[in-house]
């Protein structure tokens, strides 16, 4: 059974920057696509980013983009977060997720994603 394991997350001041990492155990790690997720306070778990298996399809949330950037290196089994730019709303618990099936291309929604990490805590103070 394929285990995830978020890694990075912390305080950190507004503007700062923190990388998110997700260690997966097993050998298929390189053909499932993998995401990030977050859910903040009273809020509802959302969609950050998504990238197949291959890395070469990459989507990220609309206010993310063009300050996180996710990535994956298939021979360490992890897929990285690198967070710039950060917010207070930033604040959030960071999960990230594999694909339910080895499905082509990215998806964005929870359902999409069969496993789970425990989730790593983000703080951005203002």
């Known amino acids: 059974q394929v285990e995830l394991l978020e890694s990075g997350g912390g305080l950190v001041q507004t503007g700062g920057s923190l990388r998110l990492s997700c260690a997966a155990s097993g050998r298929t790690f390189s053909t499932y696509g993998m995401g990030w997720f977050r859910q903040g306070p009273g809020k509802e778990r959302e969609f950050v980013a998504a990238?197949?298996?291959?890395?070469?399809?990459?989507y990220y949330a609309d206010f993310v983009k063009g300050r996180f950037i996710i990535s994956r290196d298939n021979a360490k089994n992890t897929v990285y977060l690198q967070m710039n730019s950060l917010k207070p709303e930033d604040t959030a618990v960071y999960y990230c997720?594999?694909?339910?099936?080895?499905?082509?291309?990215?998806?964005?929604?929870?359902?999409?994603?069969?496993?789970w990490g425990q989730g790593t805590q983000v703080t951005v103070s203002s």
């Open positions: 997720a594999r694909r339910a099936s080895t499905a082509a291309g990215v998806a964005t929604t929870i359902g999409d994603y069969g496993t």
């Open positions: 990238i197949s298996w291959s890395g070469a399809s990459i």
